[in-house]
């Protein structure tokens, strides 16, 4: 059992059931694809992030893509202005894709220069303090015990190419936000090909994870 990691996840209503925090599965041979349904416990996302940055580092991963949201409802000016609801972020290593996700129309995080995030935190806080600065309201990466930002820092000080693709969403039904989202991270990994028709199933131990489905008057 991880320490650095909440061991178990549920829905704690009616019909109550758990699953382990973290699962990995295999992308035949493509890859792998790691799903921390968990948070950090509270205090460790540095030792997890460490945790898990060693873990890259051990077994030679090249590339690591990171998909990750943000309130919707925290977007400034800099944001509303492009259509696009993904943003990205990478270290300097990961540089090498900007290219790439800019050809499929995702802009890099305002605020955070070429890598869509910036190691000056002092800067950052004085910025949103007083309301000049570009990034959104609730970016993980602008937090300093977040765990996004603590795996920025991590292998960015590595040399681990790491883009973290985020999307912009609001509370809800975010199952099409993901299947969105995860057509194009697949894409862009080179998993499946531009314009491929890709039918995502969803795992058995995800069924009711976190309770049935939202009332239909929430919509």
Known sequence: MDPNMVPV???GGPGFSISTGCEMFDLGGKGYALLPRAPPAPGRAAAAAKELADLIQSHGVEEIFLLASSYAGGRRDAQLGD???L???VTTPALKLSE???SRG???MEGGGDKGWVEDLEQIEK??????SGAPAFIASQRRSSFLRRLLEECDARGIALCVLLMFVFEGDNSADAAEMAGVASEI???STAGEELEW???SSWQKNLGGPPESMLY
């Open 127 to 132: 910025d949103m303090n007083d309301g000049t």
């Open 201 to 203: 199933k969803i795992p």
């Open 83 to 85: 259509s696009s609801r």
């Open 189 to 191: 990994t080179g998993l």
């Open 106 to 108: 995702i802009p890099v």
């Open 87 to 89: 943003r990205y972020m």
């Open 100 to 102: 790439r996700l800019r």
């Open 9 to 11: 996840c549920g829905n």
